[in-house]
């Protein structure tokens, strides 16, 4: 049986565009209340709200993801709008294609700090009211680079298989105390990222974000005994091109 979704609270990260818009969307028609959280971006941010409260209740919380005092306070916000929250979706991500050579130490930690630190302590900061809930999920959405290393992508796979690592360990801290926590690991989804990093890649062939977020609802209305720890997913297009 299906779990009841209807009522709970997620919070997202990455809301504004991309996996994170499209798995607002669909998360929203099954009617869970949304917080879409951090981005700088208000507007992309009004408009995933605009979109998902023809379904369901919804807030923007925008701020940087970096600054551990927003993380605290956007929080703490979240929980008083709506009560607490059920579901943590660390999707917000930036991605990198260059030679190693030529990565300065700001752009390494611009990219970690995004990618690894902000789901790290935002985790942290939503513990205390995933204690709380019955259907206390965190879902990371990672990268197949987290299982390969491929040329121009050194950082970014850095900082993804920190974050697979992350959701491991995460995963076994907490098991005991009903919090269930996945991974997902899309190759070649094509983003608003993609579009800038490879303008030469088409739609042909690639996963679609739509794609991504069905695997997020699936993680979501199960949560029977068997538990699904990762769900790695290839494109078919045969280039390695992973994001």
Do not use: W
């Not at 507007?43 to 995933?48: A, M, S, V």
């Amino acid at each position: 049986m299906k779990a009841e979704l209807k009522g709970k609270v997620a919070l997202l990260t990455g809301a504004g565009g991309g996996i994170g818009r499209a798995t607002a969307e669909k998360l929203a028609q099954l009617g869970m209340k949304l917080v879409l959280f951090g981005g700088n971006n208000l507007e992309k941010l009004e408009d995933t709200r605009k979109l998902v409260e023809k379904y369901s209740a919804a807030c923007a919380l925008p701020g940087n993801l970096t600054d551990l005092d927003f993380l605290g306070s956007g929080v703490d916000r979240a929980g008083e709008v709506f009560g607490g929250i059920d579901v943590l979706i660390n999707n917000a991500g930036t991605a990198q294609n260059a030679g190693i050579e030529t990565i300065t130490p700001a752009e390494f930690d611009r990219i970690m700090a995004i990618n690894v630190r902000a789901p790290f302590f935002l985790t942290q900061k939503v513990l205390p009211y995933l204690k709380r809930s019955e259907a206390a999920t965190v879902i990371n959405i990672c990268s197949v680079v987290a299982h390969a290393g491929y040329p121009m992508q050194s950082v970014y796979s850095a900082s993804k298989h920190a974050i697979l690592g992350f959701t491991k360990s995460l995963a076994r801290e907490y098991y005991k105390e009903g919090i269930r926590v996945h991974a997902i690991s899309p190759g070649g989804v094509y983003t608003d990222m993609v579009k800038v990093s490879r303008p030469d890649l088409t739609p042909d062939g690639m996963i679609m974000p739509e794609e991504i977020a069905d695997l997020v609802c699936f993680f979501l209305e199960n949560r029977g005994n068997a538990v699904v720890d990762e769900i790695v997913v290839h494109r078919l297009a045969k280039e390695p091109f992973l994001v």
